[in-house]
């Protein structure tokens, strides 16, 4: 049957046909006001395959689960650079993405097969010396990054994430954070240090969330 909507539409929500309890699937509360929920970081890449930077802007929705803490979960994904011109496909790619992320359910797949796709014009190293198989292959990292900054995915942060946190840590837990940190399973360094629902270690950036 149809219903004719006759109130514009301010949000939605996903209804989700598995109401099994151990499913992980997160719902995603009716959307507020855009401006009053998401929260983003903006990621700078620069390739050898385009003479400018490339910006990738990845925004937030932040849901409070049963368990009264907040997650953050990726709402929508922006690239922008000087000359988009060239790169429509990178306009659909960030389309077809945000709809992904906003149907909720498990996305950290797409992290992982964006980080699969070889350019068959060959690959490029990043600054730092790390191979990336394509520009796509550099997108998917930069969304792995992201998700292990917000404690979707466990992983190691990379520099630039890493510098980041640092930055917030210092801001909202002051300088005295680094005497009170806990020592990292992985290096070992006594730099674990606890911040929105993350451990996260500020000398191998080692970061394991829950
Ligand atoms: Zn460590």
């Known amino acids: 049957m149809a219903?004719?909507?006759?109130?514009?539409?301010?949000?939605?929500?996903?209804?989700?046909?598995?109401?099994?309890?151990?499913?992980?699937?997160t719902q995603i509360a009716p959307l507020l006001e855009r401006d009053d929920?998401?929260?983003?970081?903006?990621?700078?890449?620069?390739?050898?395959l385009s003479?400018?930077?490339?910006?990738?802007?990845?925004?937030?929705v932040i849901?409070?689960?049963?368990?009264?803490?907040?997650?953050?979960?990726?709402?929508?994904?922006?690239?922008n650079s000087k000359n988009m011109e060239n790169f429509s496909w990178i306009v659909a790619l960030t389309r077809v993405i945000s709809a992904v992320f906003r149907k909720?359910?498990?996305?950290?797949?797409?992290?992982?097969?964006?980080?699969?796709?070889?350019d068959p014009r060959g690959g490029y190293f990043k600054k730092g010396g790390k191979y990336m198989p394509s520009l796509v292959a550099e997108i998917?990292?930069?969304?792995?990054?992201?998700?292990?900054?917000?404690?979707?995915i466990?992983?190691?942060?990379?520099?630039?994430?890493?510098?980041?946190?640092?930055?917030?840590?210092?801001?909202?837990?002051?300088d005295e954070a680094l005497t009170k940190a806990a020592l990292c399973p992985k290096c070992s360094a006594k730099a674990l240090v606890r911040l929105d629902n993350c451990d996260?270690?500020?000398?191998?950036?080692h970061s394991k969330c829950g």
């Open 3 to 25: 219903i004719k909507i006759e109130q514009p539409i301010v949000g939605y929500e996903v209804a989700m046909p598995d109401e099994d309890e151990s499913s992980k699937v």
């Open 200 to 205: 996260t270690c500020l000398e191998c950036g």
């Open 63 to 79: 849901t409070t689960e049963p368990d009264g803490k907040e997650h953050h979960r990726p709402f929508e994904i922006f690239i």
């Open 51 to 60: 003479e400018h930077a490339l910006y990738i802007t990845i925004n937030d």
């Open 154 to 174: 466990e992983g190691d942060l990379g520099s630039a994430e890493l510098e980041l946190k640092k930055h917030q840590v210092k801001e909202r837990l002051g």
């Open 37 to 48: 929920v998401l929260v983003g970081n903006t990621y700078k890449i620069k390739t050898p």
């Open 104 to 118: 909720g359910g498990d996305v950290t797949f797409l992290a992982e097969e964006l980080k699969a796709v070889f």
């Open 140 to 152: 998917g990292e930069v969304i792995e990054q992201h998700m292990i900054s917000i404690g979707m």
